[in-house]
T-cell receptor, first 111, second 114 residues
Framework: DVKVTQSSRYLVKRTGEKVFLECVQD?????MFWYRQDPGLGLRLIYF???????EKGDIPEGYSVSREKKERFSLILESASTNQTSMYLC??????????FGDGTRLSIL | DQQVKQNSPSLSVQEGRISILNCDYT??????FLWYKKYPAEGPTFLIS?????DKNEDGRFTVFLNKSAKHLSLHIVPSQPGDSAVYFC?????????????FGKGTKLSVIP
């Protein structure tokens, strides 16, 4: 079974802090994704990566950056956290022809 | 512009009856469609998919129907069980996406009443 592990289930940070969300997958997938889920808005893609050191903007990249130094690890960075970034963050990984597999999510609160 | 639409935010169904969840899309480039199921405090899990070369795909109690001309797909759950109560997301992509980028709908919350 594919395992996508997000480092924290719950996280509370303050406005203006730099926040790191970590994600690790164990299936050697090329593609990794970061989404946020908000009530009434569904899943929205923030950034994705199709290879080490490669990244592409998704639908809502503003205020975020990402890092992929190793194939199995994909980090989401909130450069200066703001209250409107309070959300559920979901990491996923996948291969070209296979459905994406998701982690259990990180519920992030920015105070 | 919302390319994948799930117009029903919620649906309640009696246990044992059929649940029908609907999804519409606007991008004619989409050629692969998926349904994910999500319980609270868990990540979405893949349920079933369909390629645009088919109009039906079945897996146990779950069947997905695709009507390309109407740009509409639906997920049928028969019979519905209380454990099916969850949020269901429709997603779409196209072969040219390369990186398999998915576009999700906003989800439909299904409640199966015992």
């Amino acid at each position: 079974d594919v395992k996508v592990t997000q480092s924290s289930r719950y996280l509370v940070k303050r406005t203006g802090e730099k926040v790191f969300l970590e994600c690790v997958q164990d299936m050697d997938h090329e593609n990794m994704f970061w989404y946020r889920q908000d009530p009434g808005l569904g899943l929205r893609l923030i950034y994705f990566s199709y290879d080490v050191k490669m990244k592409e903007k998704g639908d809502i990249p503003e205020g975020y950056s990402v890092s992929r130094e190793k194939k199995e690890r994909f980090s989401l960075i909130l450069e200066s956290a703001s209250t409107n970034q309070t959300s559920m963050y979901l990491c996923a990984s996948g291969q070209l022809t296979q459905p994406q597999h998701f982690g259990d999510g990180t519920r992030l609160s920015i105070l | 512009d919302q390319q994948v639409k799930q117009n029903s935010p919620s649906l309640s169904v009696q246990e044992g009856r059929i649940s029908i969840l609907n999804c519409d899309y606007t991008n004619s480039m989409f050629d692969y469609f998926l349904w994910y199921k999500k319980y609270p405090a868990e990540g979405p899990t893949f349920l079933i998919s369909i390629s645009s070369i088919k109009d039906k795909n079945e897996d146990g109690r779950f069947t997905v129907f695709l009507n390309k001309s109407a740009k509409h797909l639906s997920l049928h759950i028969v019979p519905s069980q209380p454990g099916d109560s969850a949020v269901y997301f429709c997603a779409a992509t196209y072969s040219g996406a390369g990186s398999y980028q998915l576009t999700f709908g906003k989800g439909t919350k299904l409640s199966v009443i015992p």
